[in-house]
T-cell receptor
């Protein structure tokens, strides 16, 4: 079964702590994305990656970091610099992620991050 | 500045009737549009898309209409079923050098049995 997995489903963060959200895909997609959803809001792009070892900031990258060491994996770290981390985090992937190419992005089940 | 607007936060429809969800956009560079369905605490599921070279795309009970001059698109669900109750997001993509999907805030559809 091809798809996108995210873990954990729920994550609790203490003040001043960095936490890492996992995202794995076995769709053989080149591009991967991280979005954040707040209540009553649409999805906002945090980071995206079109290829291994390369990634770009989205609209709300401050307080977050990513890595793309493997094609199938795109972990997101929520750092202590992110002052309002409580949200639902969604990982997505698409086949190419190239400008000018119409593509569908496919989403994982999400991770809900809560601050203690 | 919201480039993709879903002005109705919620919509209630009787089972078997038509559901019409609306979406307006302001960026004339958008040329590919997608609808996603989302249940609580789950990731969005892709429903249907439309390219700007078309004005209609149909897939089973779902039809999307695009009016480029009005910068408006709509999703029609016929007939509506209780399992369609979810939040529907409209998303837009600009082919002119952008990788990024811009999402609306969503419309919560409730289909009443």
């Amino acid at each position: 079964d091809g798809g996108i997995t995210q873990s954990p489903k729920y994550l609790f963060r203490k003040e001043g702590q960095n936490v890492t959200l996992s995202c794995e895909q076995n769709l053989n997609h080149d591009a991967m994305y991280w979005y954040r959803q707040d209540p009553g809001q649409g999805l906002r792009l945090i980071y995206y990656s079109q290829i291994v070892n390369d990634f770009q900031k989205g609209d709300i990258a401050e307080g977050y970091s990513v890595s793309r060491e493997k094609k199938e994996s795109f972990p997101l770290t929520v750092t202590s610099a992110q002052k309002n981390p409580t949200a639902f985090y969604l990982c997505a992937s698409s086949p190419r992620g190239l400008a000018g190419v119409e593509e569908t992005q496919y989403f994982g089940p999400g991770t809900r991050l809560l601050v203690l | 500045d919201q480039q993709v607007k879903q002005n109705s936060p919620s919509l209630s429809v009787q089972e078997g009737r038509i559901s019409i969800l609306n979406c307006d956009y302001t960026n004339s560079m958008f040329d590919y549009f997608l609808w996603y369905k989302k249940y609580p605490a789950e990731g969005p599921t892709f429903l249907i898309s439309i390219s700007s070279i078309k004005d209609k795309n149909e897939d089973g009970r779902f039809t999307v209409f695009l009016n480029k001059s009005a910068k408006h698109l709509s999703l029609h669900i016929v007939p509506s079923q209780p399992g369609d109750s979810a939040v529907y997001f409209c998303a837009a993509y600009s082919g002119a050098g952008s990788y990024q999907l811009t999402f609306g805030k969503g419309t919560k559809l409730s289909v009443i049995p």
